[in-house]
Nanobody, 116 residues
Framework: QVQLVESGGGLVQAGGSLRLSCAAS????????MGWYRQAPGKQRELVAD???????NYADSVKGRFTISRDNAKNTVYLQMNSLKPEDTAVYYC??????????WGQGTQVTVSS
């Protein structure tokens, strides 16, 4: 079994920054990609950013230029640096891990609230 533990959410004013972290532990044999999704009230969960084991990154258009995803393979940890935050970034952010066997694991979620 794989466990994902997220940290770093909170309340910030518009224009501010937050850094999310997600540490994976457990029976991790081979990771394909790790990433962050978010879900705002009344909306579907959406991809924010992900990063593959070789470092390739992918971002939602809405966060390009403001968010940066990075990864420490030795620690099985993924980070999301969020700058120039906007009220529309308010959501629960979920960490995701995709194995090479195409199994998905999810964290419990961390709340990010951006006040205007």
């Amino acid at each position: 079994q794989v466990q994902l533990v997220e940290s770093g959410g909170g309340l910030v004013q518009a224009g501010g920054s937050l850094r999310l972290s997600c540490a994976a532990s457990g029976s991790i044999f081979s990771i394909n990609a790790m990433g962050w999704y978010r879900q705002a009230p009344g909306k579907q969960r959406e991809l924010v950013a992900d990063i593959t084991s070789d470092g390739s990154t992918n971002y939602a258009d809405s966060v390009k230029g403001r968010f940066t995803i990075s990864r420490d393979n030795a620690k099985n940890t993924v980070y999301l640096q969020m700058n120039s935050l906007k009220p529309e970034d308010t959501a629960v952010y979920y960490c995701n891990l995709l194995t090479t066997g195409w199994r998905n694991y999810w964290g419990q979620g961390t709340q990010v609230t951006v006040s205007s």
